[in-house]
């Protein structure tokens, strides 16, 4: 059997496994996955619409609004208006979010060194390197709603 043929499955179950590896460290924090992608991503972004922050996510416009909403009450995000409408709400972090932030990037740095254990610097080189060429590939070809 090609080794190739599974990668799907392969890339799905560490993928999963990565991610319940980082939430069970976020409880030590309180967070939940949502929350840290969310503080990560307007870290990056500050400024954002809310519609902005949920394409960066990947989390449902409802679902964002509850949880903005609970950050917001928590003190870790706030919501501005927008200078040039009216209408829009900017979203911001707050003094309080930005320790957790730190925490969040050593939690991930934690799942990141239990993954790689034993695999030398130069493979996890090409790895990413390998994993970002394929992003980019999968990327930048649209999906097509029938294969031949």
Known sequence: ???????????????????ARFETRTHSISMTL??????????????????????????EPMTMVRLLNSMELDKL???RSDPLDRRARRLYLTAKARPLLNKIWRLAAQVRAEMF?????????IFMRVLEKAHENLSATPVSEKTS
Do not use: W
């Not at 059997?1 to 991610?19: A, C, E, H």
């Not at 929350?35 to 989390?59: F, P, W, Y």
């Open 1 to 19: 059997m090609n080794s190739l043929q599974n990668i799907g499955f392969l890339l799905k179950d560490l993928s999963r496994r990565y991610v």
């Open 34 to 59: 949502m929350q840290c992608k969310v503080l990560v991503h307007l870290q990056r972004s500050e400024g954002a619409s809310q519609k902005k922050l949920s394409e960066l996510t990947d989390i």
């Open 77 to 79: 995000v706030e919501r």
């Open 117 to 125: 254990a034993d695999i030398p610097k130069d493979e996890r080189e």
